[in-house]
Nanobody, 126 residues
Framework: QLPLVESGGGLVQSGGSLKLSCAPSTLSLDWFYIAWFRQVPGKEREGVACVGRIQGSTLYADFVKDRFTISRDTAKNTVYLQMNSLKFEDTGIYYC???????????????????WGQGIQVTVST
């Protein structure tokens, strides 16, 4: 069983919204940076958003700023990615990940990922 499980993906029309969830099966997320990455067709995997540990600071890729919001619910041990104003080019597989970094500025770096979820499909239709 993978330590991270994503849910909430699916098919949505352009301009619509989806909310992804990342819940661990064995980990406590409290002391880790948690990030969402995505792999869209024809491109390398890229960082989307990251949430820090204790104070929950956030970092976003430029292409999702003001559209996506990452958050964590400590009581539920779950991290969310609220995606609004979705575009066709947001279509891809979205992955939740535990990122092993000392500084939040590095948390969207694919090379810093310690644990990946299995990924979930997000499809935005025109």
């Amino acid at each position: 069983q993978l330590p991270l499980v994503e849910s909430g993906g699916g098919l949505v029309q352009s301009g619509g919204s989806l909310k992804l969830s990342c819940a661990p099966s064995t980990l406590s997320l409290d002391w880790f940076y948690i990030a969402w990455f995505r792999q869209v067709p024809g491109k390398e995997r890229e960082g989307v958003a990251c949430v820090g540990r204790i104070q929950g600071s956030t970092l976003y890729a430029d292409f999702v700023k003001d559209r996506f919001t990452i958050s964590r619910d400590t009581a539920k041990n779950t991290v969310y990615l609220q995606m609004n104003s979705l575009k066709f080019e947001d279509t891809g597989i979205y992955y939740c990940a535990v990122v092993l970094v000392r500084r939040g500025s590095e948390c969207l770096n694919v090379a810093s990922v310690g644990t990946w979820g299995q990924g979930i499909q997000v499809t935005v239709s025109t």
